[in-house]
């Protein structure tokens, strides 16, 4: 038992922050060539072992931070992303994000932004 992490008998929970990118904003990877559309937000990480463990380790991002769900694009292809806060930045080009799924998500881009869907189309 880390006595650091617990407080009467009860596991403290790492601070939350508060998400940096919003869905809808549209946002390019620091590193790699690709931009995307924002659709879903996790407050720190929440994916697999495996896929954290499979990024070198030199790069590796760290767990306590937003990590964002994107319909994303590169010059040959589309695809969804899962990102990291501090490997994103603002996209400030206002060109669309040409992904098939993004008119399930949001009904239209405006000044930059994409507009979410009151629901999702069926």
């Given amino acids: ?6 407080t009467a008998g009860t596991a403290v929970e790492p601070p939350m922050r508060k998400a940096k990118f919003a ?13 995307g559309v924002i659709f879903d937000v996790d407050p720190v990480f929440a994916n697999t072992e495996e896929w954290l463990s499979s990024i070198p380790e030199e790069v590796r991002p760290r767990r306590d931070q937003p990590f964002y769900h994107l319909l994303a694009e590169n010059a040959q292809t589309t695809y969804v992303a ?16 040409r992904h098939e799924q993004v008119p399930h998500f949001f009904k239209e881009l405006k000044r930059g932004q994409y507009v979410s869907r009151d629901r999702a189309l069926n």
């Fill in 1 to 6: 038992m880390n006595i650091a992490n617990q």
């Fill in 23 to 35: 869905i809808g904003q549209v946002v390019k990877h620091r590193i790699y060539p690709f931009r």
């Fill in 82 to 97: 899962y990102v990291s806060e501090q490997n994103l930045l603002a996209d400030e080009t206002g060109k669309p994000v």
